[in-house]
């Protein structure tokens, strides 16, 4: 922030440099002579990103609204541990370095991790699946865990994950009503692929059940289930919805979605991209070799 104001005669990318690399001389400078006191300070900035912050409440989903199931869960976690090795491997690629088992291993932990702590929010979720994965690769490689280095990961997997975390929510939020709508049924479909029920193909019908003179037109239905997605803080089922839901039980299924489940999928990519911004390793790149004359 320091650099941004103009008061020396450089450019702003200059000013930076200059700042970063006294920054950086002064981090050298402490962990030769005050080591303990920039472990203490690593440790409190790891804690901090991880458990700073409000509470958090847990969403008020429609009455009957299926929960997470076992391959849901799964499925979660299976994307946090992709995504960790995909940034990884993408690291590795930019810097022209070999790709190397241990740090993949620790970029898939570190994923699976920080996914299994969502439902704690995106930010803490980011910082706890950043930190696993700096400490994990550090362990697999014989090094001591830095809490340097760890603390560094929480701090970028905070920020980039309650920021990215923060945009989903919001930018979900805002859409329309018909837009909402699109969005619950794809989510919905989603949801019903990763549980074994792929939904049928072919327009939407009417549903009345017998006895009832209101009828419903269901989102989805798979051989005798029946889907009705539902996506937004306000949604509610309307009365077809639910005779239909009292009258075939077990074949209704109610998937809700509310906007900061968006917001917690969409930072999942934030927990690989975190250790990678805030612990660059020194690139493999061979030197070029000097043209002839």
Do not use: C
Request: hydrophobic fraction near 40%; glycine fraction near 14%.
């Amino acid at each position: 922030m320091a650099a941004v104001v103009p008061v020396e005669r450089q450019g702003l990318r200059q000013r930076y440099e200059t700042r970063l690399a006294a920054e950086r001389a002064r981090d050298q400078y402490d962990s030769v002579h005050r080591p303990a006191a920039q472990q203490v300070g690593a440790g409190a900035a790891t804690a901090l990103a991880v458990l700073g912050g409000r509470a958090l409440s847990a969403p008020k989903l429609i009455a009957g609204a299926a929960p997470r199931s076992a391959l849901e869960t799964a499925a979660v976690l299976g994307a946090g541990g992709v995504s960790g090795l995909a940034f990884q491997s993408l690291s590795d690629t930019i810097a022209g370095r070999p790709s190397n088992w241990r740090d993949g291993l620790g970029a898939v932990a570190g994923g699976v991790v920080g996914s299994a702590a969502l439902p704690f929010g995106p930010g803490r979720a980011a910082a706890v699946g950043a930190a696993t994965a700096t400490a994990a690769q550090n362990v697999l490689h014989g090094r001591p865990v830095s809490l340097r280095e760890t603390g560094r990961s929480a701090a970028a997997g905070r920020a980039i994950g309650a920021g990215v975390g923060s945009a989903g929510r919001d930018l979900s939020q805002s859409l329309s009503s018909q837009g909402k709508g699109r969005l619950g049924e794809a989510m919905g479909a989603v949801r019903s692929d990763i549980n074994r029920m792929r939904r049928d193909p072919g327009p939407k019908q009417l549903l009345k059940p017998k006895g009832s003179k209101i009828g419903t037109i269901p989102d989805g239905r798979s051989g005798e289930n029946i889907f009705e997605d539902k996506f937004g803080l306000r949604a509610a089922l309307s009365a077809g919805q639910r005779i239909a839901r009292d009258t075939l039980k077990r074949n209704y299924t109610v998937y809700h979605f509310v906007p900061e489940q968006v917001g917690k999928i969409a930072s999942l990519p934030s927990m690989g991209l975190a250790p990678q911004l805030a612990n660059p390793r020194p690139s493999h790149r061979p030197a070029s070799k000097p043209k002839p004359r």
